[in-house]
């Protein structure tokens, strides 16, 4: 038997080697399969650093592109990363060992900081069907703004709360502030100089009373240097409820059996001032409400829930309290169904 197998082999062997099959019939080894070498489109720059630039700046380059294979390339589309980019060439088509100038104009009128804007050639090669191009740099502003913007936290209705930022002018730049203005009666901005042409203190004042909410505003800041002519400073500030109730709102649980439960709900000054719950109103006989005092500025309303509670689905529980800014607090009571119990609905 090994005599036979080992002829069978040599058998073969020849007749490949005779070119019996032609070598049609049998696949090829994949290490034998490659990519073909024709179309190859290079740039020996492919990344271009402008840079520091000003503000406004529009950048022009040049990429250098060239065939380096065997055959035509046929450039079918380039596509940029951003509108503000744009880009030209003469021709869409390289013959072997051709160069190409891709000619592209970046505009930073708007952008500060650190830029990429990327640019991909798209190709008829399946085996390199894109090259990417990239243009790189930093727009720097002539004048520092330290912070960019300012956030108040969280304040309460009254009191005076401050806030300073400031502005330096880079080496050798000299400016003057011709004007501050603040676009919310609810701030007051001013100017001073640290060092009058080089830097300035914007202050930046929040009086009470204040609406309760979130207030985005603005402060704009006038200068007489002509690459920054004006800066904007985004000013954010919150103002909390004088008085809160949290949950804020309540979810009660429609059991099977409709058997007691209990929930809670907490009543509290963010301020810590001192105040009294007058008043519950419960929605419905369903629920009672107990008022208990932990701190004079602190209060746990103790809910107990029974029977059936579809009756105050979709209502709200109402606080009376002796706050002159904060008189009443609604808190929507939502009815869900426990394991076993239907659904309740709103009536």
Same mark, same amino acid.
């Given at each position: ?27 090829? %080894? ?15 720059? $492919? ?6 630039? %000003? %503000? ?131 701030? =007051? ?13 914007? =202050? ?24 920054? %002519?004006?800066?904007? =400073? ?39 001032? $001192? ?43 109402? =606080? ?11 808190? $929507? ?15």
């Amino acid at each position: 038997m090994k005599r036979v197998g080992k002829l069978a082999w040599c058998v073969l062997a020849g007749l490949v080697a005779q070119g019996v099959f032609g070598g049609e019939g049998l696949p090829a %080894p994949a290490s034998s399969i490659v990519a073909p070498t024709g179309n190859v489109l290079s740039c020996d720059q $492919p990344v271009f650093d402008f840079r520091e630039v %000003p %503000p406004g700046a529009v950048i022009a380059h040049t990429f250098v592109l060239q065939n380096r294979g065997t055959n035509t390339v046929r450039i079918l589309n380039v596509r940029t990363s951003c509108g503000c980019t744009t880009t030209a060439m003469a021709t869409n088509l390289l013959l072997s060992g051709q160069t190409l100038e891709l000619t592209a104009s970046l505009n930073l009128q708007g952008r500060t900081g650190t830029q990429r804007k990327t640019i991909t050639v798209e190709l008829d090669d399946p085996f390199s069907p894109r090259l990417r191009l990239a243009m790189t740099g930093v727009v720097v502003n002539p004048i520092d703004v330290m912070p960019a913007g300012v956030h108040f936290g969280t304040l309460a209705r009254d009191g005076e709360a401050e806030r300073e930022v400031l502005l330096t002018g880079r080496t050798g730049v000299v400016f003057k502030v011709k004007e501050v203005k603040a676009s919310s009666q609810d701030l =007051i901005a001013t100017v001073e100089p640290r060092e009058e042409g080089r830097s300035y203190r914007v =202050i930046i004042r929040s009086l009470g009373p204040r609406q309760a909410g979130t207030t985005q505003a603005a402060v704009r800041v006038l200068t007489d240097h002509p690459v920054m %002519p004006e800066v904007n =400073i985004p000013v954010t500030l919150f103002v909390g409820a004088d008085v809160v109730a949290a949950p804020t709102s309540l979810i009660l649980v429609q059991g099977p059996t409709n058997g007691m439960r209990i929930y809670y709900v907490g009543v509290y000054s963010p301020a810590a001032k $001192p105040f009294n719950v007058i008043k519950v109103d419960s929605p419905g006989a369903a629920l009672t409400c107990t008022v208990v005092t932990l701190s004079p500025d602190r209060h746990r309303l103790e809910i107990k829930a029974a029977g059936d509670l579809g009756g105050v689905n979709g209502k709200a529980l109402r =606080i009376e309290t002796d706050v002159a800014t904060m008189k009443e607090l609604l808190v $929507p009571v939502r009815v869900i169904a426990g394991s076993g119990a239907p659904v309740p609905s709103a009536p």
